[in-house]
Nanobody, 127 residues
Framework: EVQLVESGGGLVQPGGSLRFSCAAS????????MTWVRQTPGKGSEWVST????????YYADSVEGRFTISRDNAKNTLYLQMNSLKPEDTAVYYC????????????????????WGQGTQVTVSS
């Protein structure tokens, strides 16, 4: 059974940093690209970042480029997201997701496009 378990969310002040992780199990983690998607009640779903299976290519939404860093440790079956210079508009539930047949061209947030989702972790940026 595929499982994606996020941890590390929380409350942080504007300008602060947060790092959370996604522990993967039930599949060959190192063979698949991984993606972070976030959701807010007001803005809906937004694609945040994707990293390819070998960790040599990363992709970011314009809204987080230069502030967020996606990474992975295939030996530990873990995906990470380092978030710096956080803004109130980064407040959202962040999901670790995996699309089985990612061809390098999809950078969206449509739920059915991803085969597996974690339970999500809440990030609140507020003073």
């Amino acid at each position: 059974e595929v499982q994606l378990v996020e941890s590390g969310g929380g409350l942080v002040q504007p300008g602060g940093s947060l790092r959370f992780s996604c522990a993967a199990s039930g599949f060959t983690f190192g063979s698949y690209a991984m993606t972070w998607v976030r959701q807010t009640p007001g803005k809906g779903s937004e694609w945040v970042s994707t990293i390819n299976s070998g960790a040599d290519s990363t992709y970011y939404a314009d809204s987080v480029e230069g502030r967020f860093t996606i990474s992975r440790d295939n030996a530990k079956n873990t995906l990470y997201l380092q978030m710096n210079s956080l803004k109130p508009e980064d407040t959202a539930v962040y999901y670790c997701t995996m699309k089985l047949k990612w061809d390098g061209s999809y950078f969206g947030a449509i739920r059915y496009e991803y085969d597996y989702w974690g339970q999500g972790t809440q990030v609140t940026v507020s003073s």
